[in-house]
Every structure is written in C-alpha cells, then in structure tokens.
C-alpha cells in the first residue's frame, strides 16, 4: 500500500468516526417529538379514564343513592328522596363552580383555600402541577365536584321522611359552604392541615374520602336525627321499605360507581388504579358477607337489605385505604366494617333509640371512622410510596400514623358536629326545617311536590 493510500484510508477512517460521533441532522428532533408523541398518548390515556371515572362518581348520586334510598323509604316518600340526591346535582355544582373549587383547593391557609379560581378562572386545558399530574385541570375539577356532589346527599338518608325541602336547600348550601370544602381543602389542598403529600402539619392519609366524604356526612347525619326528631309514629307505625327492589338496584350501582370514586382517586390510568380497585372490590364482597353473617346468627335469617347494607358498609370503610393496603387487608377491612356496622345499626340505634332513618351514621359515619384508622395500620409503601421510603402504616413500623389517622377522624367529627348543629339553628330560625305534622302524614311527595310516584289509577 503506498503512502497516499496510506493517508487517504487514515482520513476516511478519521471523517467516519466524527460523523458516527454527531446525530444525524433530526435525530435530536425526532427524539424530542417521540417523547412529547409518549407524554401525550398517556395524556390522553389518563384524561379518559378520569372523565369516565367522574362520569361513574355521578351516577352514584343519580341514579345509584337515589334508588338506593328512595326505595328505603315509604312509598309516599319515594319523590321526596329522591329528589335530594337529584336537586344537589344542580345545588352543588353551581356553588362548585362559583366558590366552591377554589375554597377546596385553591392555594390558600392550612383550614381553607383562597378565591384564586372563583368564578373558574385559571382552570383550563393545562394540568395543575399540584393536583392534576397529566390531565388538565378542568377534568380534575370536575372529578371533584362529583365528591362534593354526593357527600351532602348521604345526610338524607337521616332526615329522610320529615324535612321541609326549603330547609333542606339551605341546609345543603350552607353545610357545603362551611363543613365540606373546608375539610376538602385541609385534607387535600395545598398547605391543608391534614394533607399528607402536599405540607400538611398533620400528615393523614385519606385515599378518596374517609374523613372528608364520609365522617363528615355520617356524623352530620347523626346530628340531623337527634336536631329533627323521630318520625310521627317512629317506633309504632311500621315503616318498612317500600322497594327494595330499588334499594337493590340502587346499591349495585353504587358498588360500581365507587370504582370511579376510588380507582379514579389515583388521578391517571396506572397501577395504583388497578390495586385501589381490586382493594374496593374485594372489600365490598367481604362485608356484604361478614354483615348477612351476623344478621343470619342473630335473627336466623339473611336479607337482601343486609347484603347491600353490608357492601355499602365495606365501600365506605375501604375508601380512604383503597390506594395505600393490599388485597387481604383490605379483605379484613370489608370483613370488620361489615360486623362493627351491623351492630351499629341493629344494637346501638336501638338502645339509644334515635331515628337515624336510613342509617347513614351507621354506615357512613362509623364505616368511615373505621377505615379511616385501619388505614394507617394496613398502610404500605409497597402500594403506595407517599412518604419517599419511610414506613407508611403500623405493621410496617410507623405506629405514629394511628395517631395522625385518629386526629384527622377527631376534626372531621368535631367540624361535621358543631358545623351541623349551627347550621340547622340557621336554617330553624329562618325558613323552618321540619314538615309540619299534617304534611308528614300526608307524605312529602304530595305535600311538599305536589306529585306522587305511583299513580295506581292511570
């Protein structure tokens, strides 16, 4: 080989190696369009299964908790009740949209947020890095607003049969105004006191709304009862339900509904979603199971209003633990809620004899108060890594999260008592809260309506 060919190999083999050394002219922008083409598909991804899990959150209140306790009630009351679960979809979504978002989670102190998105302003197409991960912000409002939605509506179910409807609505404006965003905002807004993963004093963990869903709507309910009083003929008069073939429909709606109340609380189309769904369901079939146990030992029968009562009751205990507890504790969280409601409900409300009509304390303010603690006890990081690498629950050696788990439910009590209590002063003292006694016996459909749900002489 001659010395030119020498050189020439030498050069060629020189220029070869910086070329293989630089990307091609577009690979950076190929690269770069890749992955916005990646971030965008799971986007999209994300977006769709949050609009169809608030969409599911919806139908819990109508149709689901509307045939669930219109079928509960006597058939003269059927309209009435059913009309509270269908009015707060109305109610509450413009108070939502006006105040209520931005109360609940705009950037404001550790016990209430600010007015930055009164009114909507700010909340769009672009996600919220606070709260919304990959969806827009619009979609995670709107997600929310279904929580605030039915939350008021599970109160009904005690005052269910004697409350006049005007009272109810102010009731419902004025309980949403003062008990639940505030809580909304202190267990989940930004800086809120209890808020885990966002600079909480107390860090509770509440997956999708033990505290500020259930305790604060199950022990309002207890208030409600004790403030309004028994029904005329409560404890004479039988009061079975009317339908329970409703109550029936109603609560399998419910069960699969609160997949999107739970699994959607993941807020994007992940793993975390799947294990808070397998979580909910498997809680669900364990205390439908352990409350038909105890009903079947102790009156010899089960019950079709037991099976359903005891699904509820396992939804609502599982709720906050859903995105945190694996499958067989949350299997023991269905099995244990299903039993303490039962008793709750069949024991306690008979030897104190108040007229919780529907039993939503029971249910919802006990299930909630449960789950909420058991939830720092089953808490792993293996599900859920809120605390970066620290222990999350008890059993894997943080004992001080019960702690933080009883402080939150103790709030959430003591906000949802004296909230309540004033509440109902207000609206006592203003357009009156209970149906007179001739419009009770009447029932409030006609009374209250003007319309009956069944018309036999058509």
């Not at 929580?147 to 049969?161: K, N, R």
Request: proline share 3%; with cysteine; glycine share 12%.
């Amino acid at each position: 080989m001659t010395k030119l060919s020498l050189i020439f190999l030498s050069l060629l083999t020189w220029g070869c190696s910086i070329l293989a050394a630089q990307p091609a002219p577009d690979l950076e922008k190929r690269l770069a369009e890749a992955e916005k083409a990646v971030k965008a598909a799971q986007s999209a991804g994300d977006n769709a299964w949050m609009l169809v899990s608030a969409a599911l959150v919806l139908m819990m209140t109508g149709p689901g908790l509307a045939l669930f306790y219109g079928g509960l009630v006597r058939r003269k009351n059927v309209l009435s009740t059913m009309m509270h679960s269908f009015i707060l979809m109305a109610v509450v979504t413009v108070l939502w949209a006006l105040v209520g978002y931005s109360l609940a989670f705009g950037e404001g102190n550790s016990f209430i947020g600010s007015l930055q998105y009164a009114f909507m302003n700010g909340v769009g197409d672009a996600p919220n890095p606070d709260y919304a991960g990959t969806i827009p912000q619009g979609t995670f409002m709107v997600y929310q607003l279904m929580f605030a939605i039915i939350t008021p509506a599970l109160i009904s179910g005690a005052f269910a049969e004697r409350i006049k409807f005007t009272g109810m609505l102010l009731f419902t404006i004025l309980w949403t105004l003062l008990v639940y965003f505030p809580m909304a905002h202190m267990v989940w807004g930004k800086g809120g006191l209890l808020n885990a993963s966002l600079g909480g004093r107390i860090p509770a963990l509440d997956f999708a709304g033990g505290t500020v869903v259930h305790i604060t709507s199950g022990v309002s309910a207890l208030v409600c009862a004790l403030y309004l009083g028994k029904r005329k003929g409560y404890g004479s008069d039988p009061m079975r339900p009317h339908s329970l073939v409703f109550s029936t429909v109603g609560a399998c709606l419910l069960w699969v509904g609160w997949f999107g109340f739970n699994a959607g609380s993941a807020l994007a189309a992940s793993s975390l979603a799947t294990s808070a769904f397998i979580a909910t369901h498997f809680a669900a079939a364990a205390a439908a199971l352990s409350w038909l146990g105890a009903e079947w030992i102790r009156t010899g029968k089960p019950s079709m209003l037991g099976g359903i009562s005891g699904a509820v009751a396992g939804l609502v205990a599982i709720t906050p633990a859903s995105g945190f507890v694996k499958p067989m504790p949350a299997l023991l969280i269905g099995l244990l809620a299903g039993v303490v409601c039962y008793m709750m409900v069949s024991v306690v409300k008979n030897l104190f004899g108040y007229d919780d009509a529907l039993d939503a304390f029971g249910v919802h303010g006990i299930g909630g108060t449960l789950g909420a603690i058991l939830t720092g006890v089953f808490a792993t990081k293996e599900i859920n890594d809120l605390f970066k690498g620290k222990a999350m629950g008890l059993l894997e050696g943080n004992g001080g999260q019960v702690m933080n788990q009883i402080i939150a439910s103790a709030i959430a009590w003591g906000l949802a008592i004296v909230g309540t209590w004033i509440i109902l002063k207000v609206c006592d003292m203003t357009v009156g809260i209970r149906a007179e006694e001739g419009e009770e016996v009447e029932g409030l459909d006609l009374s209250m309506h003007g319309e009956e749900g069944y018309n036999f002489e058509a």
